[in-house]
C-alpha cells in the first residue's frame, strides 16, 4: 500500500508540473544499505535544484517542494539519508536517526556525496546545481559545503548552524544562503551569529536572514511553529538565489 501511495505522489507531481517532467522514486546503496530518493527531471539542461529532508526522512512535504521547483524550471533530486522505508514517526526514533548522523560524520558526507553521484546518473545537471535542506536537512547541507563539494550554492531553511569541532569553512567553495527564524529556541542567533563571522572569513559569499518571530521548522506547511509569512518571504528569498547563482 505504501508503494501504491508513493507512486500516487509521483504521477501527481508530473501533473502538477504541467510539463513532460520524468518524476519517479529511485533506488541506490550506500555501503550495502538501499536508499530511496526521489528526482524529476525536467531536461539534461534544466538547473538542478537537490534538496535534503529533515528528521521526518523523505516525505510528501519534500516532494510538494520539488513540485513547486519544478513549476519554475528546475530539475529537483531528492536526497535519502535515512533508507529506503525509513520515515520515522516517534520524536525518539527521530533524534536516534539524526544522532547517529552527527556522530558519523564521514557516514553523512558519504550519503550526500552518494545523493549527488544518483543525481548525476539520474541525467540531472549536477554542473549547475545548488542544494537545501530544511532543520536537519539544513545542518547536512552545510556538512556537504564543509567536505568542499562543488556546487554553485547551499541553502539552509531554519537548519543546525554550529560547525562540529575540528571543522572549517576553508575548503568549502560557493555561495550561502541561511535562512533563519529569531524565536528558533533549538538553534541560537549566537550559532547564527558565529557562522556568518566564519562565512566571511572565509571569504564566501552569503546571504543571512533572520525572520522576526519565527520559529524552528518555519516552513513546515500545517505544522504547529509554520510562520506563514516567514515561509512565503524565504521561499521567495530561496527562488531569487537560485536564479541569481545558476541563471
Known sequence: ????????????????????ALAKYVDYEVQGKTYQGYVLKKSATAPLVMLVHDW?????????RADMLAKL???????????KGV?????????RLTGALYQDRPLMRALLQAGLDQAKKQGTNVENAVIGGYCFGGSAVLEMARAGTPLKGFVSFHGGLATP??????????QYLILHGTADQLVSLSEFAALARELESAKL????????GADHAFTVFGGERYDKDADMKS???????LQSVMG
Open 73 to 83: 524550471g528546475y530539475s529537483v533530486f531528492l536526497l535519502d539519508l535515512f533508507g
Open 205 to 212: 559569499p552569503n546571504e543571512m536572514i533572520a525572520y522576526g
Open 56 to 64: 521526518d526522512g523523505l516525505t510528501e512535504y519534500e516532494v510538494k
Open 87 to 95: 520515515r520515522p514517526t516517534k520524536v525518539e526514533d527521530k533524534k
Open 165 to 174: 569541532a575540528g571543522q572549517s569553512y576553508q575548503q568549502a567553495k560557493g
Open 1 to 20: 500500500m505504501m508503494q501504491v501511495q508513493r507512486w500516487v505522489v509521483v504521477w501527481l507531481g508530473v501533473m502538477l508540473t504541467g510539463t513532460q
Open 235 to 241: 521561499w521567495r528569498t530561496f527562488t531569487q538565489f
